[in-house]
């Protein structure tokens, strides 16, 4: 899936390609994770 991530104060949000906010996380390491792991619930 395409997504956007994006630095905000601190924090980074995650988008989806149609621009709707999926979730934050701290770290974009994080944000990565939790990207991969929201893929692999949502194909499950």
């Given at each position: 899936m395409y997504c956007?991530?994006?630095s905000v104060r601190g924090h980074y949000e995650v988008f989806?390609?149609?621009g709707h906010f999926?979730?934050?996380a701290?770290?974009?390491a994080e944000?990565?994770?939790e990207?991969?792991?929201w893929e692999e619930e949502?194909?499950?």
């Open positions: 956007t991530i994006i989806a390609a149609d999926l979730f934050s701290d770290t974009r944000a990565m994770e990207l991969a792991d949502r194909i499950a």
